[in-house]
């Protein structure tokens, strides 16, 4: 679209991108009785703020930038003074959506700046950098706010492509931590409570994604396991759980506990998918399960119930307690995620330290009885010592490095069993 250059003054090619400024202008001329020429225009350029004492009388200079059509560097001035900058940022939103501003190609520019091929004089203004310099100030305390100013970057894109609006809400989600508040939360029954962002979009499941993938990035798996929980994205949910899971297995489960509280997370999470029929991968799904299995099994192995835990490991079938096993559970174990893989040190510990202790009770009661034959008794022995041997010949042959100190100890409970 070409612009008719009368009353554009001294630069008619301004503004040439479908801005008819000619009515904006002559608009507030008629406003404020002011008739702006040609020479009122040179003189903000060639004298500058000097000429119009700005720490005196700040507003005029604004009037003068603003009537000659130079609305990117009104803004950019009035943006300086601490007192005015709401006015500046008020203005350029005003602006910025009946699409009379110039903005910055990129958003590393400074926030006026004039980019090669501009004409002499004209200016562009940083539209992003200018709303997050000023929201910078209060997102943290006033996130709700904030999100206010971020919906106006709605259709801006960064340098490579992403939303503007996606990037803001996720960055500030990340750093003031209000979850819930922001985003929602995910009640009892599986339904999600609505937070602030339903007020600006109907769809938020690519919010709550893009902020779930940003926790996760940063290593907050909790949070994101949770977000992605209320995206309805099962998968992400136990692919995380199985990550946080996996490291607190073999601890002792003590009240407000991390292993109690994941625990705790992980069986609710369960139950729901379970009555909801809800499905996810079976690779993943059956590591959450195992997992939660142990810990059962590292559970009743603390509390002291050997023979409860002895009956779990057996029927997990994750190591061999017997020879014939052996080759059968070395080839299932290449099957195995990393996060099952990292707890069979302790696995083989618990388990060895198990026989031993049974053997031990053994040795320790009474000589045979009638009703306890001696054949029986070295039947039992025999036993315990075969599956023991079959832990040690297990440990050896599956492709997985255990830990030196591991291996010693179950040599050395082996030992005392024979």
């Excluded at 320790?364 to 029986?376: D, E, H, K, L």
């Amino acid at each position: 679209m070409k612009c008719d250059s009368k009353g554009l003054h001294s630069r008619p090619n301004r503004y040439c991108q479908g801005k008819n400024l000619l009515t904006v202008h002559a608009a507030y001329t008629h406003l404020l009785g002011m008739d702006i020429s040609n020479t009122s225009q040179r003189t903000t350029v060639t004298k500058g703020e000097s000429h119009f004492a700005v720490n005196q009388q700040p507003l005029l200079y604004f009037q003068v930038l603003f009537l000659t059509a130079q609305f990117e560097a009104a803004i950019a001035f009035l943006f300086r003074m601490e007192r005015l900058r709401c006015h500046a940022v008020h203005i350029a939103l005003v602006l910025f959506e009946l699409k009379l501003l110039l903005k910055s190609s990129g958003q590393s520019a400074q926030l006026l700046s004039h980019e090669a091929g501009d004409p002499p004089g004209m200016r562009r203004l940083n539209f992003v950098r200018l709303l997050m310099l000023y929201t910078r100030k209060f997102e943290s305390t006033d996130p709700r706010e904030a999100l206010q100013y971020f919906y106006f970057l709605r259709n801006e894109k960064d340098s490579q492509g992403e939303n503007m609006f996606l990037r803001c809400v996720s960055e500030l989600v990340i750093e003031s931590r209000e979850f819930d508040m922001i985003l929602g939360k995910l009640e009892n029954d599986g339904s999600r409570k609505p937070g602030v962002i339903d007020k600006f979009t109907s769809d938020t499941k690519p919010i709550i994604n893009k902020v779930a993938s940003a926790a996760e990035n940063k290593g907050l798996f909790e949070e994101a396991a949770k977000l992605y929980d209320l995206a309805k994205n099962p998968d992400k949910v136990l692919e995380l759980i199985n990550k946080l899971l996996s490291p607190v297995v073999p601890q002792i489960s003590t009240p407000q506990s991390n292993k109690e509280r994941l625990k705790n997370m992980a069986h609710s999470i369960a139950e729901r998918y379970k009555a909801q029929g809800i499905s996810t991968k079976k690779s993943i799904d059956s590591t959450f399960y195992l997992l939660l299995d142990l810990i059962t099994f590292f559970d009743e192995y603390h509390a002291g119930h050997l023979d409860r835990a002895f009956d779990i490991i057996e029927h997990l079938k994750l190591v061999p307690l017997s020879q014939d096993c052996v080759e059968e559970r070395v080839a299932a174990f290449r099957n195995f995620s990393d996060e099952i893989r990292h707890n069979l040190s302790e696995v083989l510990l618990a388990t060895m330290n198990i026989l031993f202790t049974q053997y031990k009770r053994m040795k320790g009661t009474s000589p045979a009885t009638p009703a306890r034959p001696q054949r029986v008794m070295e039947d039992r022995d025999s036993q315990l010592r075969s599956q023991a041997r079959a832990l040690i010949t297990f440990a050896g042959m599956i492709p997985y490095r255990t830990s030196g100190d591991t291996n010693a100890r179950l040599v050395q409970m082996e030992v005392l069993m024979n």
